[in-house]
């Protein structure tokens, strides 16, 4: 058994996905049937269950603290406003590319039909039970339902646009009330952070077990050409990323930031070599503060605001590998997605960043509640959690190079430091 967490997931989708296709090749069927409904699936129900119990208390802390970090607006003005739109139109440019590469190549589809009925025959009362939430079919009542009248019958409900936008709303009051009991509270909900993140190491620690059961489900029912289609999904995520951080990064650094993509590359490397060993951007941090100053000259108080702020709230490789990860888990289970929910997905992903935990596997919670509300089977989050340590390292070189963009974008036109 191998020693490293990722490792031992690995481990897991390996052994899960060889012994549910050797039971797909030799077991009788009414042997297979009873493995798989009384003993893989509810080991994988009970894996994912410990998920969506954190999704809550994530998303509510996370963004309510990183909108409360957008306080610092009404004092720097001019840099964060700057930083917010620089957050937010390259968050937006990562989802379209990952939605519209997904749409192109379709690394989904493939599976049978027979297959795919035998998948799908009571995913939907699973995923009903996992606490998932439809979206409003017009435009006009999705815009009512993301205000909620009761957050707590929101949340009861599974409706995770109308908990987000309370989040959004708690954030903007704690960054407007500036009182001993408000920052009290947001001790309070950094406390509530700090636990769940916590708690979702202890699941992920979990992980190789659930893994391997949620693997043993698929194989078992479909074979081996389910890791056919995971190696297409894992080569379209890191070629999508790529993209970003070369492409669209150079891009911006030179025509938004004047700078060099070449002298912009060369000055960041520390940072991308610790984000990619570490698959922490909160880790990253210090390394990423000190090229900003040493490798690429910005201003201190530029640099020191947007790296702190983004390394929560700019998750631009994040909210790529989001999308194309429930883009990519529809086709798989031929769950068909029209714009408008394909908006509603883009437009989750960018907000997401905001609240997704700048460390390892911080991602996964908010993907398995974008599945339920969109009536995607939840149990196809085990088919991406054995590959997710390698694509996780890979987002995350995004994810940081993404704020020393935004840094040195920022930073044009500021004065120096004194």
């Known amino acids: 058994m191998p020693r490293t967490a990722h490792g031992r997931i690995f481990f897991g989708l390996l052994a899960g996905a060889a012994l549910g296709a050797l039971a797909h090749a030799w077991a009788p069927p009414s042997l297979l049937a009873a493995l798989v409904r009384h003993l893989s699936q509810p080991l994988g129900q009970i894996f994912l269950r410990l998920l969506f119990m954190l999704v809550i208390p994530l998303v509510f802390a996370g963004l309510a603290l990183g909108v409360c970090g957008l306080g610092d607006l009404r004092r720097l003005g001019r840099i964060g406003l700057k930083t917010l739109g620089c957050t937010v139109l390259l968050s937006g440019i990562a989802v379209v590319l990952g939605l519209v590469l997904v749409n192109t190549l379709r690394p989904g589809d493939g599976v049978s039909d027979v297959a795919r009925a035998a998948l799908t025959a009571d995913a939907a009362s699973r995923a009903a039970g996992l606490g998932s939430a439809q979206a409003p079919q017009s435009g006009w009542a999705l815009l009512v339902g993301i205000v909620p009248d009761n957050p707590v019958k929101a949340a009861a409900n599974g409706d995770m646009l109308a908990v987000m936008f309370f989040a959004l709303m708690i954030g903007v009051g704690l960054s407007l009330t500036r009182t001993d009991a408000a920052r009290r509270f947001e001790e309070t909900l950094e406390g509530l952070y700090d636990v769940t993140m916590r708690l979702i190491g202890v699941v ?101 605001f947007v790296l702190t702020l983004g390394a929560t709230a700019n998750q631009n490789g994040t909210a790529l590998f989001e999308g194309i990860t429930v883009l990519f888990l529809a086709q798989f289970y031929g769950v068909p997605l029209d714009l408008g929910q394909q908006g509603l997905v883009l437009f989750i992903c960018i907000l997401g960043g905001i609240g997704t935990a700048g460390v390892p596997a911080g991602s996964l919670p908010v993907i398995a509640m974008i599945l339920g509300m969109i009536g995607v089977p939840v149990e196809g989050i085990g088919l991406v959690l054995g590959v997710d340590r390698l694509l996780d390292m890979c987002r995350t070189t995004v994810n940081v190079s993404g704020d020393l963009a935004i840094a040195t974008i920022v930073a044009r036109g500021e004065p120096a430091d004194a």
């Open 204 to 304: 992920i620690g979990l992980a190789p077990l659930g893994v391997a059961a949620l693997l043993f489900t698929l194989t078992a029912q479909i074979g081996w050409s389910v890791l056919l289609l995971l190696a297409r999904y894992a080569l379209l995520v890191i070629g999508a990323l790529a993209l970003h951080q070369f492409l669209v990064y150079g891009l911006a650094v030179r025509l938004l930031g004047g700078m060099s993509p070449s002298r912009f590359f060369r000055g960041i490397q520390a940072a991308m070599l610790t984000a990619f060993s570490t698959a922490s951007s909160s880790a990253t941090l210090p390394t990423a503060l000190r090229v900003a100053e040493t490798g690429l000259g910005l201003p201190r108080h530029v640099s020191r």
